[in-house]
C-alpha cells in the first residue's frame, strides 16, 4: 500500500468523528490535495526518556513566556524612575498582551503548514530578540516597542508546545502531564515577582530580560535534536494572510477596548464606541472571507460541533475567572486585611497554586477512567459554590478565606487539562495546532474580558478611579472603606460564580468522546 493511501485511510478514520456531513466534505477535499502534497513520513516511535527530554525542554521553553508576564510587573517602579516617564509604563505590560494575543492562531494555523520545530524556532528568536532590545532600550518608547515584538515571539510559545505535546502523548495521556505545565505557572507566578524585586533593587532592571537568554538557548538545545524524531503532521499549503491580518487587526482593537474602557476613556465615549465598531467590522469581514476561501486562516468549521465551542467556552470562563480574581485580590487583601503588597502577593498562592491539584487529579481521571468529565463537572460545580459562599458570607476571617479560594482553585485546575485535550481529541491530526492556537487566542480574550469586568464592578460600587496597569490598585485606596470594599467584592465573587456555573453547564453539554491512547484493562475500565 503506497504512503497516500495510508494517509488517506487515517483521514477517512478522522471523517467518522466529525460533527457535521460538511466537515466530511472538507476532510475529502483535503485528501484530494494531499496526493499532490509531499508525503508524511512516520517517524519511530519515542522511547519514554525521548518523551520525558522533550517535555522537559517544553517546560523549559513555557517557563520563559510564564516568567516573562510576571517578572516585569515588580520592576516598573525602577525602570520609570531611570527613563523619568511614570506614566506610559503601563504600556510595558500592554504591548506585551496585545500582540501575544493577537499572535497566538497565527503559530498555530502555520504549525498545521510549516510544522512544528519551524515555527518553535521563529518563536524563541523573535522572544529572544525581543529580550535583547528590551534590555538594552534607551527609553520608555523603545522598551514598549521592544515588548511587543517579545510578545510576537512569546505568544506562539504556549500554544506551540501544547501541540508539540499533542504530537508525542496521546490524548488520554495527555491529561497528566498538563498538571506538570499547570506547575510551571504557579513557579512562574511566584518566583517572578520575587525575581524581578530582587534583580531591580541589587542588579539591573535588565537582568529580567537577560535572563531569557541562556534559559532559551538551553531550552533550544534540548528540544531542537529531538523534534527530528517527533510524528509528522502538517501539510503544506496556501497561508490565507488576509484572514490572518483580519483576525489579528480584530483582536488588537478588542483588547484595547478592555483595557481602556472605562478606565482611560468612558465606556459611552466615542473613542471607544468607534473601536467597537472597527472590531465588528473586521470581525464580520474576518467571518466573510473564510467562508468564501478554500483554505482560510481559522476554519470556521473548526470551532464548530459539540465538542470544541463548549471546551473553549469553558475553559475560557475558568481561566478568565482565575485571573480577574488574580488580579484584584492583593487590592482586597491590603485594604481589608491590612495585608502588605508583599503578604497580598503570599495570599495568591492557595488561588493561583493550588490548582494544579484539580489539574493533577482531573488528568489521572483521563487515564483511568471512561467518563472523564466528571472530574470537570465536580470540580467546576465545586468553584462555583465556593465562589457563591463568599459572595454571601464576606467578610470571612482571613484563614477561611484563603480555604474557600483554595477550593475553588482545585475546582478551577480541572477544567483546564479537560478543555484542552477535548478540543485536541475531537479535531483532525492535521489541525490540531490551529485548534490549539486558537483556544489560546479565545482564553486570552476571555481573560481581558473578565479583568474589565470585574474592574467595572468595582468602579460602579466605589467610584474611584481604578487604573489597570503596572500596580493594579485604586490611586485612592487609602481613602477607601473597608466596608465599602467588602461590599465591592461581594459582586465580583458573585460574577466569578455566574462565570464558574456557566463553565459547569458548559461541560455538561460538551460531547464525551472516548480518548484515543492506551487503555488500562478496557473492558474493566471504571465507570
Not at 494555523?109 to 522572544?127: C, N, W
Not at 491590612?338 to 490548582?355: D, F, R, T, Y
Request: proline share 6%.
Amino acid at each position: 500500500m503506497t504512503e497516500t493511501h495510508r494517509q488517506r485511510g487515517d483521514m477517512a478514520d478522522e471523517a467518522q468523528a466529525l460533527d457535521t456531513p460538511d466537515d466530511v466534505a472538507n476532510i475529502a477535499s483535503e485528501v484530494i490535495d494531499l496526493s499532490e502534497a509531499p508525503p508524511i513520513v512516520p517517524a519511530p516511535p519515542l522511547s519514554k526518556s525521548e518523551v520525558r527530554t522533550i517535555l522537559l525542554s517544553l517546560m523549559l521553553t513555557m517557563f520563559l513566556t510564564a516568567l516573562d508576564q510576571t517578572i516585569v510587573a515588580t520592576a516598573l517602579p525602577t525602570i520609570g524612575r531611570q527613563f523619568h516617564d511614570v506614566s506610559n509604563l503601563s504600556w510595558v505590560i500592554t504591548a506585551y498582551l496585545l500582540s501575544s494575543t493577537a499572535v497566538a492562531p497565527v503559530y498555530g494555523t502555520l504549525s498545521d503548514i510549516y510544522g512544528r520545530r519551524a515555527m518553535i524556532i521563529v518563536s524563541l528568536a523573535l522572544f529572544l530578540l525581543g529580550s535583547v532590545l528590551c534590555a538594552i532600550a534607551p527609553n520608555i518608547l523603545t522598551l514598549i516597542l521592544a515588548r511587543a515584538l517579545q510578545g510576537i515571539g512569546g505568544g506562539g510559545i504556549l500554544p506551540l508546545v501544547q501541540t508539540v505535546i499533542s504530537d508525542v502523548v496521546t490524548p488520554r495521556e495527555r491529561g497528566q502531564y498538563q498538571a506538570y505545565f499547570s506547575s510551571v505557572w504557579v513557579a512562574a507566578g511566584i518566583g517572578g515577582p520575587v525575581l524581578g524585586g530582587l534583580f531591580a533593587e541589587h542588579l539591573h532592571w535588565s537582568v529580567i530580560f537577560w535572563i531569557n537568554l541562556p534559559l532559551g538557548a538551553l531550552s533550544l538545545a534540548l528540544l531542537l535534536p529531538k523534534m527530528k524524531k517527533i510524528p509528522v503532521f502538517h501539510r503544506r499549503r496556501k497561508v490565507d494572510w488576509l484572514g490572518g491580518v483580519l483576525l489579528m487587526a480584530s483582536a488588537v482593537i478588542v483588547m484595547l477596548v478592555l483595557t481602556w474602557g472605562g478606565n482611560r476613556f468612558a465606556w459611552a465615549s466615542p473613542a471607544i464606541i468607534a473601536m467597537i465598531g472597527s472590531a465588528l467590522f473586521l470581525g464580520v469581514a474576518f467571518v466573510w472571507h473564510a467562508k468564501r476561501t478554500s483554505e482560510p486562516f481559522l476554519p470556521i468549521p473548526l470551532l464548530s460541533g459539540s465538542v470544541v465551542p463548549y471546551a473553549m467556552a469553558a475553559g475560557g470562563c475558568a481561566i478568565g475567572t482565575m485571573i480577574g480574581l488574580t488580579v484584584h485580590m492583593p487590592l482586597y487583601y491590603e485594604v481589608v486585611y491590612g495585608l502588605s503588597a508583599s503578604e497580598a502577593g503570599l495570599a495568591l498562592i492557595p488561588l493561583v497554586a493550588v490548582s494544579v491539584l484539580g489539574a493533577w487529579a482531573a488528568g489521572r481521571a483521563m487515564m483511568f477512567t471512561k467518563h472523564y468529565k466528571r472530574a470537570a463537572i465536580g470540580g467546576v460545580t465545586v468553584a462555583a459554590c465556593a465562589a457563591t459562599a463568599l459572595a454571601v458570607a464576606t467578610p470571612l476571617p482571613l484563614w477561611q478565606l484563603l480555604a474557600a479560594l483554595s477550593f475553588m482553585a482545585v475546582g478551577l485546575g480541572t477544567v483546564f487539562p479537560v478543555s484542552v485535550v477535548s478540543i485536541q481529541n475531537a479535531v483532525p491530526r492535521m489541525q490540531v495546532g490551529t485548534a490549539t492556537g486558537a483556544m489560546n487566542f479565545f482564553r486570552s480574550l476571555m481573560a481581558s474580558f473578565t479583568v474589565a469586568v470585574f474592574t467595572a464592578i468595582l468602579l460602579m460600587v466605589l467610584g474611584g478611579n481604578l487604573t489597570i496597569g503596572a500596580e493594579h490598585q485604586i490611586g485612592s485606596k487609602h481613602a477607601i472603606a473597608a466596608s465599602d470594599m467588602i461590599v465591592a467584592f461581594r459582586y465580583v465573587f458573585a460574577a466569578a460564580a455566574v462565570l464558574l456555573t456557566t463553565a459547569a453547564t458548559l461541560v455538561i453539554l460538551m460531547e464525551e468522546r472516548p480518548l484515543a491512547g492506551p487503555q488500562q484493562a478496557p473492558a474493566e475500565m471504571a465507570e
